[in-house]
């Protein structure tokens, strides 16, 4: 586990890696090049163009030609190994998928009227619970309030009840999923703790009234477009 709370994962194989991104919400992947070359890479970047890839290497002055290549292929950055150690952590945090995702949806909490504390610290708890099944009374738990009285002071001056607000949030990740050519939709609802591509369908059609095949389309800020309009209800 990193200081960023982020689990960081050793895959032997790439197989492994491959299996790795079909059960687990991927934020980033270290490459070795020096071990795997950038193969892999052209591999990755084409099923899974939304999750950044950094590659890694003790390089050296005449590693010119290697970090063109790493460039041309899509690598996001290059850490240099026994150098960026120190500070590996830090850039990939700040690059990954999950950091890309909540810039998206950089405008939500104005949009959806967020902005006492206390509604701003179940928002950010919400998206720190992507990936596992969330609950209003979960986010009540973590908050250490009680689910009622999250649920009421959360929904004042007109926002959305927290139960809505989890299913946005789910449903932008599974869009920006969806967009990766690596994943159907049942992937998807696996990986974000859905109970089937069902239950993904039906959150689908709740949040943006669209089916998951569309949600790749829409994108996390055309969802959160389609909740605005008129989505932003439901039972506590």
């Known amino acids: 586990m990193s200081r960023h709370g982020i689990r960081i994962l050793a895959c032997r194989s790439p197989e492994h890696l491959h299996s790795l ?5 991927v934020d980033a992947v270290v490459v070795d090049v020096s071990t795997t070359g950038t193969d892999l ?4 970047v084409d099923s899974y163009p939304g999750i950044p890839l950094f590659a890694l290497s003790s390089f050296r002055p005449g590693d010119g030609l290697l970090l063109a290549r790493c460039r041309a292929v899509g690598f996001r950055a290059v850490l240099v190994q ?32 967020l902005s006492e504390p206390l509604q701003l610290q179940a928002w950010d708890a919400v998206l720190k ?14 908050m250490r309030v009680t689910r009622e009285h999250l649920s009421r002071e959360f929904a004042a001056g007109g926002a959305p009840n927290l139960k809505r607000v989890i299913d946005l949030v789910r449903t932008t990740w599974a869009a920006d999923l969806l967009s990766n050519p690596g994943y159907d ?9 859905f109970s089937s591509a069902s239950h993904l369908a039906a959150s689908a059609r709740r949040v943006a009234g669209v089916t998951p095949s569309e949600l790749a389309q829409l994108g996390p800020q055309g969802v959160l477009r389609r909740f605005l309009a008129g989505r ?5």
């Open 41 to 44: 890479a052209v591999e990755l």
């Open 82 to 113: 026994g150098v960026d150690d120190t500070v590996a952590s830090d850039l990939i945090a700040a690059r990954g998928a999950s950091r890309i995702r909540r810039q998206m949806l950089g405008d939500a909490t104005r949009l959806l009227r």
């Open 232 to 236: 932003m209800r439901s039972r506590l």
């Open 185 to 193: 939709v049942s992937t998807a609802a696996n990986i974000l703790r």
């Open 21 to 25: 991104y079909h059960r687990e919400l």
């Open 129 to 142: 619970r992507v990936g596992s099944p969330t609950r209003t009374s979960d986010i009540a738990a973590a």
